[in-house]
């Protein structure tokens, strides 16, 4: 089995955006603001979102199970406040929610909060606890930088993210690292904004000691973890300046990366610098890298394919395939092995 462990619901129907931006209307002009309810989205427009699209790259390329969240550069955390993000999160829930009912051979959910800067994080544990207990969410996607590109959140190893910390070990679920829309124009969202996060939330754990205070806590740091495995060295040369236990012992109980590196040198040094228990495949499809390689003539975020070129034993193949995320998302697990997979 191959599970893709990032996937955004990037091809929702036109409707959605629609009512985002008059949401977003209704900030300055109150007598804008939709409902809920005004929202309407029927089965029949989901399932041609998803059939024409991340569905027939699935079949395509042998995919068996994607683990689907809201579109996070959507998540626009920075927008409106906290009653805003919280109508905003519930929908964007919802329907991935409702893609996993229509599609359940192939698709289960991952929850985006309803975070909002300067806000106590608690308040998206309402949120969080729904998407577990109603939706059969898996993981969560927490971002780190609500703000939108000018980090002034306190940083993951402050107790400010503690509850929802707290709340992930009572549910098992471990949090996808991942920020969303920059509104500095200094960080472009996925060339810049989100690479930089990867590090930076690498960095983060390494620069504290937030896995001793929560032993069983998992992150996955996605876009193959930033610079984290390209700049290993330097990482295990400030641990060690930190007086910091060695990178395995310190951070890779915890700390997984995903396989959105799109071309085969940057999978190469991925598999080689990291251990591979620490590795999950993911391709983050469809997302912000949509072209054809014009060296391959494959997709650039076809990575099962680069995948596929590593020399790797099968064993191996497989754990980043499957049983790393089986061990990761444990919710995840029991779902399937709950159909017999
Ligand atoms: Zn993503």
Redesign the pocket.
């Known amino acids: 089995m191959i599970i893709d462990i990032?996937?955004?619901y990037t091809t929702a129907p036109k409707a959605l955006e629609q009512w985002r931006n008059r949401q977003i209307q209704g900030i300055q002009d109150p007598t804008q603001m939709p409902r809920a309810s005004e929202l309407r989205i029927s089965d029949d427009e989901i399932r041609e979102s998803i059939e024409r699209n991340q569905l027939r790259l699935m079949r395509e390329r042998g995919l068996d199970v994607t683990i689907f969240?809201p579109r996070?550069s959507f998540m626009a955390h920075h927008i409106g406040d906290f009653n805003v993000s919280s109508a905003w999160a519930s929908i964007c829930n919802e329907l991935c929610y409702r893609v996993s009912r229509l599609f359940p051979d192939h698709f289960i959910p991952a929850a985006m909060l309803p975070q909002s800067p300067g806000v106590d994080p608690a308040t998206s544990i309402p949120e969080l606890v729904r998407c577990v207990e109603q939706y059969g969410n898996v993981a969560i996607?927490l971002n780190p930088d609500p703000s939108g590109g000018h980090w002034n959140s306190p940083p993951l190893f402050d107790r400010h993210w503690y509850p929802i910390y707290e709340k992930m070990i009572e549910y098992d679920v471990p949090a996808?690292i991942?920020v969303s829309t920059s509104c500095n124009p200094n960080f472009h969202t996925t060339g810049a904004h989100?690479l930089n996060a990867d590090t930076t939330a690498f960095m983060q754990c390494l620069a504290s000691n937030l896995f001793e205070d929560f032993p069983t806590l998992r992150f996955v740091i996605?876009?193959g973890g930033g610079a984290a495995p390209y700049h290993w060295g330097r990482f295990r040369g400030l641990a060690q300046e930190m007086n910091k236990p060695l990178l395995d012992e310190h951070l890779l109980k915890n700390v997984f990366f995903d396989t959105?590196v799109y071309h085969q040198p940057g999978i190469d040094l991925l598999t080689r610098v990291i251990p591979v228990d620490n590795i999950l495949f993911a391709s983050?499809m469809i997302?912000?890298v949509r072209g054809i390689d014009p060296e391959t003539g494959h997709y650039y975020d076809d990575t099962k394919r680069y995948i596929e070129s590593v020399d790797m034993d099968a064993d191996d193949r497989r754990k980043i395939y499957e049983t790393n995320a089986r061990r990761v998302y444990p919710r995840l697990d029991a779902a399937l092995k709950a159909k017999g997979r």
């Open positions: 990032h996937g955004h969240s996070a996607n996808m991942h989100y996605p876009h959105c983050e997302g912000a």
